[in-house]
């Protein structure tokens, strides 16, 4: 029965170490290993807070730069619009210009030639009213030369103005 039934000495000895060792362990150890453990799970929820923080930045950061990167291709976008629509005025502009130019360097150049021409008549019809002045005179002394003929002429001139 020994084996049975534990000394009761034995068992008072042990309650009463087991009661130092807890009265020594809340003194010195469990305060301690408490703050530890507090410590570290504060830390640990600080770096869960932080993580967590740094997400939401991330994902801020990242809907912040999705939002600049569809600002820049807009504007990226109106800047190309713009310099195509500018370069189809200059464009536009300069062949409006060109055309005008050529008109007008067209339209003068038919003026000049215009006046050339009538300069070129003009000048024609004198030397054609020269020339037929001279030959007229020319002709009209050697008419005129003798008086046989100058009567014949005279008659004839009659005869000619008769039939009109």
Same mark, same amino acid.
């Given at each position: 029965m020994d084996l049975i039934t534990p000394e009761i000495g034995l068992f008072f000895w042990q309650t009463?170490?087991?009661? !130092?060792?807890?009265?020594?362990?809340?003194?010195?150890?469990w305060k301690? !290993?408490?703050?530890?453990?507090?410590n570290r799970e504060q830390s640990i929820n600080d770096a869960l807070a932080s993580a967590e923080n740094?997400?939401?930045?991330?994902q801020n950061l990242k809907s912040d730069n999705e939002q600049l990167m569809k600002e820049a291709r807009a504007e990226r976008d109106a800047i190309l619009k713009e310099a195509r629509e500018l370069k189809?005025?200059?464009i536009t502009d300069a062949s409006e210009?060109?055309?005008?130019?050529?008109?007008? !360097?067209?339209?003068?150049?038919?003026?000049? !030639?215009?006046?050339?021409?009538q300069s070129a008549m003009a000048e024609l019809k004198n030397q054609v009213a020269e020339l037929s002045v001279e030959i007229a005179e020319k002709i009209v002394r050697k008419e005129?030369?003798?008086?046989?003929?100058?009567h014949q002429m005279i008659e004839k001139m009659i005869g000619d103005a008769k039939l009109n």
């Open positions: 009463v170490v087991f009661l !130092i060792l807890m009265f020594l362990m809340a003194k010195f150890a301690p !290993i408490l703050n530890s453990v507090r740094a997400r939401k930045e991330m189809e005025k200059v210009e060109a055309k005008v130019k050529a008109d007008k !360097i067209v339209a003068d150049a038919k003026r000049s !030639i215009e006046l050339e021409k005129l030369s003798d008086k046989k003929e100058q």
